[in-house]
């Protein structure tokens, strides 16, 4: 799940299909979701209350060799940044579907399954 999902979906942001739909699946992010997640909220109670219980249930990628090596290849091939692409090749490495509302980095990675929330 990308950075922005969570954040809309912990915010009651999201279509309320695209809701339902990740009330069901289990939190699988990268580390760099994490990072960026930490990073965004600041410490007020209420977004950490949200915020804590997700990261701490979530199943966390960190980086591996093969994730790595996954990202070089997306950075060589597509104009995107460090963090998307480490996002991107962490869906690869694991095929997962990412969970994204940044359509422009993510519809044109081959290999890439990928589905935006705010469309369902």
Do not use: C
Not at 39 to 48: H, K, R, V
Not at 72 to 79: F, P
Request: hydrophobic share 45%.
């Amino acid at each position: 799940m990308g950075t922005n999902v969570v954040i809309g979906y912990l915010s009651d942001q999201l279509p309320t299909a695209g809701a339902a739909i990740i009330d069901k699946l289990p939190g699988v992010i990268s580390v760099i979701t994490r990072i960026e997640l930490l990073g965004w909220y600041n410490a007020s109670t209420d977004q950490l209350s949200k915020l804590r219980p997700f990261i701490d249930s979530a199943q966390i990628y960190s980086l591996s060799e093969d994730i790595i090596q996954q990202t070089i290849v997306l950075r060589q091939k597509h104009r995107i940044k460090l963090p998307d692409a480490v996002v991107a090749a962490t869906a690869i490495v694991y095929n997962h579907t990412l969970i994204s509302r940044n359509v422009v980095d993510f519809e044109n990675i081959k290999g890439l399954d990928f589905q935006n929330p705010w469309l369902w």
